[in-house]
Protein backbone atom coordinates (compact mmCIF):
# COMPACT_ATOMS: atom_id res chain seq x y z
CA UNK A 1 0.00 0.00 0.00
CA UNK A 2 1.69 3.57 -0.59
CA UNK A 3 3.07 5.89 1.62
CA UNK A 4 0.45 8.47 1.07
CA UNK A 5 -2.79 6.41 1.95
CA UNK A 6 -3.01 8.01 4.84
CA UNK A 7 -2.72 11.88 3.56
CA UNK A 8 -5.34 10.61 1.00
CA UNK A 9 -8.06 10.25 3.26
CA UNK A 10 -8.57 14.05 4.53
CA UNK A 11 -7.10 16.11 7.61
CA UNK A 12 -4.81 14.86 10.42
CA UNK A 13 -7.39 14.89 12.57
CA UNK A 14 -10.82 16.05 13.28
CA UNK A 15 -10.65 16.37 17.50
CA UNK A 16 -8.08 17.23 19.76
CA UNK A 17 -5.15 14.15 19.97
CA UNK A 18 -5.44 12.60 23.35
CA UNK A 19 -1.92 10.16 22.55
CA UNK A 20 -0.26 10.68 26.01
CA UNK A 21 3.19 8.63 27.01
CA UNK A 22 1.67 5.89 29.35
CA UNK A 23 4.42 3.67 30.46
CA UNK A 24 6.81 0.92 29.44
CA UNK A 25 8.31 -2.38 31.39
CA UNK A 26 8.16 -5.62 31.69
CA UNK A 27 5.69 -8.41 31.20
CA UNK A 28 2.66 -9.13 32.01
CA UNK A 29 0.67 -6.02 30.94
CA UNK A 30 -2.23 -5.84 33.66
CA UNK A 31 -6.15 -4.54 33.00
CA UNK A 32 -5.75 -4.55 29.19
CA UNK A 33 -7.89 -6.60 26.87
CA UNK A 34 -6.40 -6.81 23.05
CA UNK A 35 -7.92 -6.00 20.18
CA UNK A 36 -8.77 -9.01 17.42
CA UNK A 37 -6.39 -8.01 14.40
CA UNK A 38 -7.18 -8.92 11.25
CA UNK A 39 -3.67 -9.40 10.64
CA UNK A 40 -1.98 -8.35 7.12
CA UNK A 41 1.95 -8.82 8.13
CA UNK A 42 3.38 -9.93 11.68
CA UNK A 43 5.14 -6.84 13.42
CA UNK A 44 6.11 -5.86 17.10
CA UNK A 45 3.09 -3.69 17.50
CA UNK A 46 -0.27 -3.69 19.21
CA UNK A 47 -3.52 -2.14 20.21
CA UNK A 48 -5.24 -3.01 23.40
CA UNK A 49 -8.71 -1.32 25.89
CA UNK A 50 -8.77 -0.57 29.00
CA UNK A 51 -12.35 -0.92 31.11
CA UNK A 52 -12.48 3.13 30.93
CA UNK A 53 -12.74 2.05 27.22
CA UNK A 54 -9.78 4.06 25.92
CA UNK A 55 -7.45 2.42 23.11
CA UNK A 56 -3.85 1.90 23.58
CA UNK A 57 -1.20 1.75 21.03
CA UNK A 58 1.95 -0.61 22.50
CA UNK A 59 4.92 -2.13 21.08
CA UNK A 60 8.04 -4.32 21.50
CA UNK A 61 10.85 -3.35 21.91
CA UNK A 62 13.52 -4.75 23.52
CA UNK A 63 11.82 -7.42 25.12
CA UNK A 64 10.01 -4.98 27.03
CA UNK A 65 6.77 -3.35 26.42
CA UNK A 66 5.79 0.66 25.67
CA UNK A 67 2.68 1.96 26.00
CA UNK A 68 0.40 4.85 24.27
CA UNK A 69 -2.95 6.39 25.13
CA UNK A 70 -3.91 6.84 22.04
CA UNK A 71 -7.82 7.75 22.06
CA UNK A 72 -10.98 7.02 23.83
CA UNK A 73 -14.18 5.83 23.31
CA UNK A 74 -18.01 6.99 24.29
CA UNK A 75 -18.52 3.74 25.29
CA UNK A 76 -17.26 0.24 25.03
CA UNK A 77 -17.78 -0.32 21.03
CA UNK A 78 -19.93 -3.24 19.82
CA UNK A 79 -17.24 -4.45 17.17
CA UNK A 80 -13.17 -2.83 17.45
CA UNK A 81 -10.78 -4.63 15.24
CA UNK A 82 -7.36 -3.32 13.95
CA UNK A 83 -6.19 -3.70 10.43
CA UNK A 84 -2.25 -3.18 10.48
CA UNK A 85 -1.23 -1.80 6.54
CA UNK A 86 2.19 -0.61 5.36
CA UNK A 87 1.73 2.68 6.33
CA UNK A 88 0.29 2.35 10.20
CA UNK A 89 -2.81 0.82 11.24
CA UNK A 90 -6.35 1.52 11.00
CA UNK A 91 -9.00 0.68 13.75
CA UNK A 92 -12.65 0.56 12.85
CA UNK A 93 -15.26 0.87 15.64
CA UNK A 94 -18.67 -0.13 15.08
CA UNK A 95 -21.59 1.72 17.44
CA UNK A 96 -25.31 -0.60 16.99
CA UNK A 97 -27.32 1.49 19.50
CA UNK A 98 -26.18 4.85 18.10
CA UNK A 99 -25.53 3.39 14.18
CA UNK A 100 -22.53 4.67 13.40
CA UNK A 101 -18.79 3.42 12.59
CA UNK A 102 -15.56 4.81 13.43
CA UNK A 103 -12.28 5.27 11.16
CA UNK A 104 -9.10 5.98 13.26
CA UNK A 105 -5.77 5.40 11.66
CA UNK A 106 -2.35 5.87 12.93
CA UNK A 107 1.59 5.80 11.62
CA UNK A 108 4.13 3.52 12.98
CA UNK A 109 4.99 6.28 15.43
CA UNK A 110 1.34 6.19 17.34
CA UNK A 111 0.09 9.73 15.68
CA UNK A 112 -3.29 10.00 15.29
CA UNK A 113 -3.62 10.52 11.09
CA UNK A 114 -7.27 10.58 10.48
CA UNK A 115 -10.26 10.09 12.25
CA UNK A 116 -14.11 10.18 10.71
CA UNK A 117 -17.86 8.74 11.78
CA UNK A 118 -19.63 7.55 8.96
CA UNK A 119 -23.64 6.75 10.09
CA UNK A 120 -25.25 3.25 9.53
CA UNK A 121 -29.15 2.31 9.05
CA UNK A 122 -28.55 -1.55 10.52
CA UNK A 123 -26.21 -3.52 13.28
CA UNK A 124 -23.12 -4.63 11.73
CA UNK A 125 -21.67 -7.79 13.70
CA UNK A 126 -18.26 -8.03 12.03
CA UNK A 127 -15.91 -6.03 9.77
CA UNK A 128 -12.66 -6.22 7.57
CA UNK A 129 -11.95 -3.05 6.45
CA UNK A 130 -9.33 -1.51 3.72
CA UNK A 131 -8.29 1.56 1.87
CA UNK A 132 -9.28 2.31 -1.68
CA UNK A 133 -5.68 3.48 -2.70
CA UNK A 134 -7.37 4.96 -6.28
CA UNK A 135 -9.63 7.21 -4.04
CA UNK A 136 -8.39 7.63 -0.99
CA UNK A 137 -11.61 6.44 1.01
CA UNK A 138 -12.53 3.90 3.31
CA UNK A 139 -14.15 0.67 2.38
CA UNK A 140 -15.23 -2.30 4.07
CA UNK A 141 -17.01 -5.57 4.04
CA UNK A 142 -19.72 -5.62 6.95
CA UNK A 143 -21.92 -8.68 8.23
CA UNK A 144 -25.10 -6.53 9.04
CA UNK A 145 -28.92 -7.42 10.42
CA UNK A 146 -30.72 -5.11 7.40
CA UNK A 147 -34.18 -5.08 7.14
CA UNK A 148 -35.06 -8.47 9.47
CA UNK A 149 -32.50 -10.29 6.78
CA UNK A 150 -28.30 -11.36 7.77
CA UNK A 151 -26.42 -9.70 4.91
CA UNK A 152 -22.99 -9.02 3.59
CA UNK A 153 -22.69 -5.84 2.68
CA UNK A 154 -19.97 -4.02 0.45
CA UNK A 155 -19.58 -0.54 2.00
CA UNK A 156 -17.67 2.74 1.06
CA UNK A 157 -18.71 6.14 1.32
CA UNK A 158 -20.08 6.51 -1.81
CA UNK A 159 -22.32 3.10 -1.99
CA UNK A 160 -23.29 -0.03 -0.14
CA UNK A 161 -24.02 -2.97 -2.48
CA UNK A 162 -25.45 -6.31 -1.18
CA UNK A 163 -23.51 -9.38 -1.38
CA UNK A 164 -25.24 -12.09 0.10
CA UNK A 165 -28.65 -12.20 1.97
CA UNK A 166 -30.24 -14.65 4.43
CA UNK A 167 -33.46 -15.22 6.89
CA UNK A 168 -30.91 -17.62 8.72
CA UNK A 169 -28.09 -16.06 11.14
CA UNK A 170 -24.65 -16.35 8.96
CA UNK A 171 -23.30 -19.05 12.31
CA UNK A 172 -19.38 -19.27 10.58
CA UNK A 173 -17.98 -16.28 8.76
CA UNK A 174 -14.18 -15.41 8.01
CA UNK A 175 -14.22 -11.82 5.72
CA UNK A 176 -10.78 -10.56 3.59
CA UNK A 177 -10.04 -9.27 0.57
CA UNK A 178 -6.75 -8.66 -1.63
CA UNK A 179 -6.20 -7.26 -5.43
CA UNK A 180 -9.71 -5.57 -5.47
CA UNK A 181 -10.97 -9.35 -4.95
CA UNK A 182 -13.68 -10.05 -2.63
CA UNK A 183 -13.11 -13.26 -0.90
CA UNK A 184 -16.01 -14.50 1.93
CA UNK A 185 -16.49 -17.73 3.59
CA UNK A 186 -20.17 -18.17 4.90
CA UNK A 187 -22.11 -20.82 6.98
CA UNK A 188 -25.91 -21.42 6.91
CA UNK A 189 -27.52 -24.45 8.32
CA UNK A 190 -27.02 -25.47 4.60
CA UNK A 191 -23.22 -25.82 4.68
CA UNK A 192 -20.36 -23.59 3.95
CA UNK A 193 -19.23 -22.02 1.08
CA UNK A 194 -16.34 -19.83 -0.10
CA UNK A 195 -17.15 -16.53 -2.81
CA UNK A 196 -15.41 -14.43 -4.70
CA UNK A 197 -16.64 -10.99 -6.08
CA UNK A 198 -15.42 -8.42 -8.58
CA UNK A 199 -16.82 -5.58 -9.69
CA UNK A 200 -19.90 -6.96 -9.55
CA UNK A 201 -19.94 -10.69 -10.48
CA UNK A 202 -19.30 -13.13 -7.50
CA UNK A 203 -19.20 -16.96 -8.02
CA UNK A 204 -19.57 -19.37 -4.87
CA UNK A 205 -17.76 -22.85 -4.39
CA UNK A 206 -19.32 -24.65 -1.85
CA UNK A 207 -16.93 -26.57 0.74
CA UNK A 208 -17.46 -30.27 1.17
CA UNK A 209 -17.61 -30.06 4.95
CA UNK A 210 -17.88 -27.43 7.60
CA UNK A 211 -14.85 -26.07 8.98
CA UNK A 212 -14.62 -24.39 12.68
CA UNK A 213 -12.05 -21.22 11.45
CA UNK A 214 -10.19 -20.19 8.65
CA UNK A 215 -7.48 -17.66 7.24
CA UNK A 216 -7.24 -16.26 3.73
CA UNK A 217 -3.33 -15.81 2.59
CA UNK A 218 -2.05 -14.80 -0.86
CA UNK A 219 1.18 -16.58 -1.82
CA UNK A 220 2.69 -16.33 -5.23
CA UNK A 221 -0.43 -14.39 -6.99
CA UNK A 222 -2.77 -17.08 -5.37
CA UNK A 223 -5.16 -16.68 -2.51
CA UNK A 224 -5.40 -19.91 -0.59
CA UNK A 225 -7.92 -20.46 2.46
CA UNK A 226 -6.51 -22.36 4.96
CA UNK A 227 -8.53 -23.64 7.97
CA UNK A 228 -9.28 -26.36 10.76
CA UNK A 229 -11.93 -29.46 10.46
CA UNK A 230 -13.35 -31.13 13.24
CA UNK A 231 -11.82 -33.70 13.01
CA UNK A 232 -7.96 -32.69 13.49
CA UNK A 233 -7.32 -31.93 10.17
CA UNK A 234 -5.38 -28.65 8.70
CA UNK A 235 -6.95 -28.07 5.11
CA UNK A 236 -5.95 -25.89 2.22
CA UNK A 237 -7.99 -24.50 -0.54
CA UNK A 238 -7.55 -22.64 -3.18
CA UNK A 239 -9.79 -22.07 -6.82
CA UNK A 240 -7.06 -20.70 -8.67
CA UNK A 241 -8.14 -23.19 -11.86
CA UNK A 242 -11.48 -22.06 -11.49
CA UNK A 243 -13.08 -25.02 -9.23
CA UNK A 244 -12.16 -25.75 -5.95
CA UNK A 245 -9.46 -27.44 -5.06
CA UNK A 246 -8.38 -29.11 -1.77
CA UNK A 247 -5.20 -30.44 0.29
CA UNK A 248 -5.30 -31.75 3.69
CA UNK A 249 -2.03 -30.78 5.21
CA UNK A 250 -1.96 -32.33 8.38
CA UNK A 251 -4.12 -34.37 10.62
CA UNK A 252 -3.52 -34.73 14.36
CA UNK A 253 -5.47 -35.30 17.06
CA UNK A 254 -3.97 -32.55 18.93
CA UNK A 255 -5.86 -29.89 16.89
CA UNK A 256 -9.30 -31.19 17.80
CA UNK A 257 -9.82 -28.82 20.00
CA UNK A 258 -7.90 -25.65 18.71
CA UNK A 259 -10.42 -23.17 17.12
CA UNK A 260 -7.95 -20.21 15.73
CA UNK A 261 -5.40 -20.03 13.53
CA UNK A 262 -2.60 -17.11 12.22
CA UNK A 263 -0.60 -17.77 8.99
CA UNK A 264 2.12 -15.49 7.87
CA UNK A 265 5.31 -15.51 6.35
CA UNK A 266 8.30 -15.76 8.87
CA UNK A 267 11.85 -16.35 7.99
CA UNK A 268 10.93 -17.30 4.17
CA UNK A 269 8.73 -19.81 5.14
CA UNK A 270 5.09 -20.24 6.00
CA UNK A 271 3.76 -20.57 9.49
CA UNK A 272 0.69 -21.95 10.86
CA UNK A 273 -0.24 -20.94 14.51
CA UNK A 274 -2.80 -23.38 16.00
CA UNK A 275 -4.80 -22.52 19.32
CA UNK A 276 -7.48 -22.07 21.07
CA UNK A 277 -8.79 -19.63 24.28
CA UNK A 278 -8.83 -23.54 26.05
CA UNK A 279 -5.90 -25.15 25.73
CA UNK A 280 -2.93 -24.55 27.72
CA UNK A 281 -0.75 -25.61 24.33
CA UNK A 282 0.10 -23.89 21.11
CA UNK A 283 0.92 -25.67 17.86
CA UNK A 284 3.11 -24.48 14.85
CA UNK A 285 3.54 -25.50 11.16
CA UNK A 286 6.47 -24.90 9.14
CA UNK A 287 6.26 -25.37 5.13
CA UNK A 288 9.70 -24.67 3.40
CA UNK A 289 7.04 -24.66 0.29
CA UNK A 290 3.25 -23.90 0.24
CA UNK A 291 0.79 -26.06 -0.29
CA UNK A 292 3.00 -28.89 -1.15
CA UNK A 293 6.17 -28.79 1.20
CA UNK A 294 9.66 -30.29 0.33
CA UNK A 295 10.43 -31.54 3.59
CA UNK A 296 7.90 -33.86 6.09
CA UNK A 297 5.63 -31.82 8.05
CA UNK A 298 6.38 -31.60 11.93
CA UNK A 299 3.72 -30.09 14.56
CA UNK A 300 5.70 -28.39 17.07
CA UNK A 301 4.15 -28.02 20.51
CA UNK A 302 4.80 -24.77 22.52
CA UNK A 303 3.08 -25.84 26.54
CA UNK A 304 1.55 -22.94 28.04
CA UNK A 305 0.96 -22.12 31.83
CA UNK A 306 -2.75 -21.28 31.39
CA UNK A 307 -5.11 -21.41 28.61
CA UNK A 308 -5.57 -18.05 26.73
CA UNK A 309 -5.81 -16.43 23.57
CA UNK A 310 -2.57 -16.37 21.43
CA UNK A 311 -1.07 -13.59 19.25
CA UNK A 312 2.20 -14.24 17.29
CA UNK A 313 4.31 -11.12 17.00
CA UNK A 314 7.90 -10.45 16.35
CA UNK A 315 10.45 -8.53 17.42
CA UNK A 316 12.98 -6.18 15.06
CA UNK A 317 15.72 -9.30 15.96
CA UNK A 318 13.47 -11.15 13.70
CA UNK A 319 12.57 -13.48 16.96
CA UNK A 320 9.24 -15.50 16.75
CA UNK A 321 7.31 -14.54 20.11
CA UNK A 322 3.40 -14.42 20.93
CA UNK A 323 1.38 -12.53 23.24
CA UNK A 324 -0.84 -14.67 25.78
CA UNK A 325 -3.73 -13.13 26.96
CA UNK A 326 -5.87 -14.74 29.93
CA UNK A 327 -9.19 -14.45 30.70
CA UNK A 328 -8.17 -11.90 34.17
CA UNK A 329 -7.01 -9.19 31.09
CA UNK A 330 -3.14 -10.33 31.70
CA UNK A 331 -0.51 -10.05 28.41
CA UNK A 332 2.48 -12.06 28.81
CA UNK A 333 5.42 -12.07 26.35
CA UNK A 334 6.69 -15.43 25.41
CA UNK A 335 9.52 -16.79 23.36
CA UNK A 336 8.17 -19.67 20.51
CA UNK A 337 11.52 -21.33 21.70
CA UNK A 338 11.98 -21.52 25.21
CA UNK A 339 14.95 -22.56 26.68
CA UNK A 340 12.95 -23.94 29.47
CA UNK A 341 9.00 -23.18 30.35
CA UNK A 342 9.30 -22.54 34.22
CA UNK A 343 5.36 -23.59 34.84
CA UNK A 344 3.27 -25.72 31.90
CA UNK A 345 0.39 -28.07 32.11
CA UNK A 346 -1.26 -26.65 35.16
CA UNK A 347 -4.80 -27.78 36.00
CA UNK A 348 -6.96 -27.90 39.15
CA UNK A 349 -9.31 -30.11 40.72
CA UNK A 350 -12.02 -29.72 42.65
CA UNK A 351 -13.35 -32.48 45.64
CA UNK A 352 -17.11 -31.22 46.43
CA UNK A 353 -17.34 -34.94 47.90
CA UNK A 354 -15.03 -33.81 50.50
CA UNK A 355 -16.30 -32.00 53.68
CA UNK A 356 -15.27 -29.18 53.52
CA UNK A 357 -14.00 -29.55 49.75
CA UNK A 358 -10.75 -29.60 48.43
CA UNK A 359 -9.32 -27.85 45.60
CA UNK A 360 -5.65 -29.34 44.10
CA UNK A 361 -3.30 -27.45 41.98
CA UNK A 362 -0.51 -29.06 40.30
CA UNK A 363 1.66 -28.21 37.75
CA UNK A 364 4.45 -29.47 35.40
CA UNK A 365 8.32 -28.39 35.53
CA UNK A 366 11.46 -28.81 33.62
CA UNK A 367 12.88 -32.43 33.91
CA UNK A 368 16.07 -31.90 36.31
CA UNK A 369 14.70 -28.27 37.72
CA UNK A 370 16.10 -26.67 41.20
CA UNK A 371 12.62 -24.86 41.86
CA UNK A 372 10.83 -23.80 44.95
CA UNK A 373 7.35 -21.81 44.65
CA UNK A 374 6.15 -19.00 46.84
CA UNK A 375 1.77 -18.10 45.99
CA UNK A 376 -0.68 -16.48 47.29
CA UNK A 377 -4.65 -17.03 46.86
CA UNK A 378 -7.26 -14.41 47.05
CA UNK A 379 -10.29 -12.65 44.49
CA UNK A 380 -7.93 -9.84 43.40
CA UNK A 381 -6.41 -9.84 39.92
CA UNK A 382 -3.20 -8.31 41.05
CA UNK A 383 -1.28 -9.48 43.99
CA UNK A 384 2.10 -9.66 44.91
CA UNK A 385 2.71 -13.53 46.22
CA UNK A 386 3.50 -14.13 49.95
CA UNK A 387 7.23 -13.62 51.39
CA UNK A 388 10.07 -16.41 51.18
CA UNK A 389 8.26 -18.24 54.59
CA UNK A 390 6.13 -19.42 52.03
CA UNK A 391 8.19 -20.99 49.85
CA UNK A 392 7.21 -24.67 48.72
CA UNK A 393 9.63 -26.98 47.52
CA UNK A 394 6.68 -29.31 45.21
CA UNK A 395 4.46 -28.32 42.61
CA UNK A 396 1.52 -28.88 44.27
CA UNK A 397 -0.61 -27.00 46.18
CA UNK A 398 -4.00 -27.78 48.47
CA UNK A 399 -6.42 -25.29 49.37
CA UNK A 400 -9.89 -26.19 51.37
CA UNK A 401 -13.25 -24.41 52.69
CA UNK A 402 -13.17 -21.31 50.56
CA UNK A 403 -16.61 -20.06 49.53
CA UNK A 404 -18.25 -20.22 46.00
CA UNK A 405 -16.27 -17.89 43.32
CA UNK A 406 -14.01 -16.61 41.49
CA UNK A 407 -10.32 -17.16 42.51
CA UNK A 408 -6.78 -16.06 41.46
CA UNK A 409 -3.49 -18.13 42.22
CA UNK A 410 -0.50 -15.79 42.15
CA UNK A 411 2.39 -17.95 41.55
CA UNK A 412 5.92 -17.31 41.13
CA UNK A 413 8.99 -19.09 40.65
CA UNK A 414 12.51 -19.17 42.22
CA UNK A 415 15.74 -20.58 40.54
CA UNK A 416 17.27 -22.68 43.70
CA UNK A 417 20.61 -22.27 42.41
CA UNK A 418 21.17 -18.79 41.49
CA UNK A 419 18.03 -17.30 44.22
CA UNK A 420 16.25 -15.25 40.61
CA UNK A 421 12.63 -15.27 40.68
CA UNK A 422 10.88 -15.08 37.62
CA UNK A 423 7.44 -13.41 36.98
CA UNK A 424 4.37 -13.48 38.32
CA UNK A 425 1.75 -15.73 36.92
CA UNK A 426 -1.98 -14.87 37.96
CA UNK A 427 -3.81 -17.91 37.41
CA UNK A 428 -7.58 -17.97 37.54
CA UNK A 429 -9.47 -20.70 39.52
CA UNK A 430 -12.77 -21.31 39.72
CA UNK A 431 -14.62 -22.74 43.48
CA UNK A 432 -17.68 -25.28 42.41
CA UNK A 433 -17.36 -24.30 38.80
CA UNK A 434 -20.59 -25.51 36.66
CA UNK A 435 -19.94 -26.01 33.44
CA UNK A 436 -22.33 -24.06 30.51
CA UNK A 437 -25.24 -25.60 28.88
CA UNK A 438 -24.16 -27.04 25.64
CA UNK A 439 -25.41 -25.34 22.54
CA UNK A 440 -26.28 -27.41 19.42
CA UNK A 441 -26.75 -26.61 15.79
CA UNK A 442 -28.79 -28.88 13.53
CA UNK A 443 -26.33 -29.87 10.52
CA UNK A 444 -27.88 -30.26 6.81
CA UNK A 445 -31.66 -29.37 7.50
CA UNK A 446 -34.11 -29.81 4.63
CA UNK A 447 -36.21 -26.97 6.56
CA UNK A 448 -35.74 -25.58 9.95
CA UNK A 449 -35.29 -28.03 12.37
CA UNK A 450 -36.14 -30.35 10.31
CA UNK A 451 -34.07 -33.19 8.55
CA UNK A 452 -35.15 -36.74 6.46
CA UNK A 453 -35.19 -40.14 8.46
CA UNK A 454 -31.72 -41.64 8.79
CA UNK A 455 -29.09 -39.86 10.26
CA UNK A 456 -29.09 -36.26 12.45
CA UNK A 457 -26.10 -34.93 12.99
CA UNK A 458 -25.70 -31.68 15.40
CA UNK A 459 -22.63 -29.46 15.47
CA UNK A 460 -21.88 -28.39 19.67
CA UNK A 461 -21.38 -24.53 19.36
CA UNK A 462 -19.29 -24.26 22.45
CA UNK A 463 -17.18 -27.34 23.27
CA UNK A 464 -15.44 -27.54 26.20
CA UNK A 465 -12.95 -30.58 27.78
CA UNK A 466 -14.20 -33.06 29.73
CA UNK A 467 -17.35 -35.83 28.88
CA UNK A 468 -20.47 -35.63 27.16
CA UNK A 469 -23.76 -37.76 27.74
CA UNK A 470 -26.79 -37.62 25.51
CA UNK A 471 -29.85 -39.19 24.78
CA UNK A 472 -32.11 -39.02 21.83
CA UNK A 473 -36.11 -39.61 22.10
CA UNK A 474 -39.32 -37.93 22.21
CA UNK A 475 -39.53 -36.80 25.69
CA UNK A 476 -38.86 -33.13 26.71
CA UNK A 477 -37.07 -33.34 30.09
CA UNK A 478 -34.99 -36.52 29.81
CA UNK A 479 -31.33 -36.59 31.56
CA UNK A 480 -28.94 -38.11 29.41
CA UNK A 481 -27.24 -40.55 30.73
CA UNK A 482 -25.00 -42.36 27.83
CA UNK A 483 -21.56 -41.36 27.53
CA UNK A 484 -20.55 -40.29 23.79
CA UNK A 485 -17.83 -39.12 21.72
CA UNK A 486 -18.22 -35.23 21.15
CA UNK A 487 -14.26 -34.32 21.16
CA UNK A 488 -14.58 -33.28 17.19
CA UNK A 489 -17.69 -30.91 18.53
CA UNK A 490 -20.63 -33.21 16.25
CA UNK A 491 -22.54 -35.54 17.49
CA UNK A 492 -24.58 -38.45 15.05
CA UNK A 493 -27.76 -40.31 15.56
CA UNK A 494 -29.94 -42.42 13.80
CA UNK A 495 -33.36 -41.11 13.13
CA UNK A 496 -35.44 -44.37 11.81
CA UNK A 497 -38.99 -42.96 11.40
CA UNK A 498 -40.44 -39.74 10.99
CA UNK A 499 -42.02 -37.49 13.78
CA UNK A 500 -40.96 -35.51 16.80
CA UNK A 501 -37.39 -36.22 18.71
CA UNK A 502 -35.25 -34.02 21.70
CA UNK A 503 -31.85 -34.37 21.41
CA UNK A 504 -30.66 -34.02 25.42
CA UNK A 505 -27.00 -33.14 26.24
CA UNK A 506 -25.31 -32.60 29.05
CA UNK A 507 -21.26 -31.91 29.92
CA UNK A 508 -19.26 -32.78 32.63
CA UNK A 509 -16.52 -30.76 33.75
CA UNK A 510 -13.50 -32.22 34.26
CA UNK A 511 -12.56 -30.17 37.66
CA UNK A 512 -15.53 -30.58 39.65
CA UNK A 513 -17.27 -33.86 38.18
CA UNK A 514 -20.35 -31.26 37.90
CA UNK A 515 -23.17 -31.85 35.38
CA UNK A 516 -24.04 -28.82 33.66
CA UNK A 517 -27.77 -27.86 32.91
CA UNK A 518 -28.61 -30.12 30.16
CA UNK A 519 -29.53 -28.90 26.47
CA UNK A 520 -32.79 -29.77 25.58
CA UNK A 521 -32.83 -29.49 21.74
CA UNK A 522 -36.51 -29.87 19.70
CA UNK A 523 -36.24 -31.07 15.92
CA UNK A 524 -38.86 -32.85 13.89
CA UNK A 525 -37.87 -36.23 10.84
CA UNK A 526 -39.89 -35.95 7.70
CA UNK A 527 -39.50 -39.33 5.18
CA UNK A 528 -39.23 -37.25 2.08
CA UNK A 529 -37.67 -33.67 0.68
CA UNK A 530 -39.18 -30.40 1.00
CA UNK A 531 -40.90 -31.13 -2.45
CA UNK A 532 -42.19 -34.29 -1.29
CA UNK A 533 -43.68 -34.03 1.77
CA UNK A 534 -47.47 -32.49 1.93
CA UNK A 535 -47.07 -32.69 5.61
CA UNK A 536 -43.83 -30.39 5.81
CA UNK A 537 -45.30 -27.15 4.99
CA UNK A 538 -47.67 -27.78 8.45
CA UNK A 539 -45.17 -28.79 10.36
CA UNK A 540 -43.13 -26.10 9.34
CA UNK A 541 -45.64 -23.62 10.73
CA UNK A 542 -45.70 -25.53 13.88
CA UNK A 543 -41.89 -24.94 14.43
CA UNK A 544 -42.31 -21.22 13.65
CA UNK A 545 -45.27 -21.12 16.30
CA UNK A 546 -43.00 -23.15 18.93
CA UNK A 547 -39.93 -20.83 18.48
CA UNK A 548 -42.61 -17.62 19.17
CA UNK A 549 -43.56 -19.70 22.30
CA UNK A 550 -40.41 -20.06 23.84
CA UNK A 551 -39.60 -16.76 23.15
CA UNK A 552 -42.95 -15.42 24.91
CA UNK A 553 -41.84 -17.38 27.95
CA UNK A 554 -38.51 -15.55 27.87
CA UNK A 555 -39.56 -12.61 28.24
CA UNK A 556 -42.09 -13.13 30.19
CA UNK A 557 -39.44 -15.11 32.53
CA UNK A 558 -40.04 -14.57 36.33
CA UNK A 559 -44.16 -14.11 36.12
CA UNK A 560 -45.73 -17.72 36.40
CA UNK A 561 -49.23 -16.08 35.55
CA UNK A 562 -48.06 -14.93 32.19
CA UNK A 563 -45.96 -17.98 30.93
CA UNK A 564 -48.55 -20.33 31.98
CA UNK A 565 -50.95 -20.12 28.63
CA UNK A 566 -48.01 -20.46 26.57
CA UNK A 567 -46.36 -23.46 28.35
CA UNK A 568 -50.49 -24.87 27.59
CA UNK A 569 -50.09 -24.08 24.07
CA UNK A 570 -46.89 -26.09 23.57
CA UNK A 571 -48.35 -28.89 25.33
CA UNK A 572 -51.38 -28.76 22.83
CA UNK A 573 -48.98 -28.88 20.16
CA UNK A 574 -46.67 -31.45 21.45
CA UNK A 575 -50.04 -33.69 21.76
CA UNK A 576 -51.12 -32.57 18.07
CA UNK A 577 -47.96 -34.06 16.69
CA UNK A 578 -47.78 -37.01 18.81
Wanted: hydrophobic share 40%; proline share 6%; net charge positive.
Amino acid sequence: MRRLAFLLWGVFALYPNIRAQENKGDWPISGLKLVDTQWAAWVSRFFATDKKNQLYYGKLVDQKYELMRVSKFPREPDVIKHFPMEDGDLVVQVYNFEKYMRFEAFDFTGELRYSNEFALDYNVYDVDARVNVTEGNPSCLLYAYDKRNYMIKYWTERKTQNLMVSRDPIDLMFLQWADGDVHYVSSTPNGMSWTTWQKGVYKTFPLPFHIKNAKFYQYRKTMHLVGIDHEGGLWQFDIVSGTLRQNLLLRDRRLVYTDTLAVFNFNRAINVILSSSRLSSAYRVVFDDFPYPRKKLNLEVRNLFWPGRIYPIVDKGNYLNFLHETELQHIYLEAWSAPTVLISNLDWTLDIKRNPPVMLVHWSIPEGSQYAYRYLLNQEADSEPLNETKLIPTNTLQFSARKDGQYVLHLQVRNVRTGSYSRIYHIPLVWQYTPPEPRLILLNPISPRMVRVGRAEFLLRNPQHGEYYATLDSKAETIPKTLVSAASGRLSFMVRRKGLYYLHVAHRDPHSRVLSPVAHFLFFAAPFDKEEDPTLAENKKRIEEILRIKKHIEDAKGDPAATHPWINRLREIEAQIQ
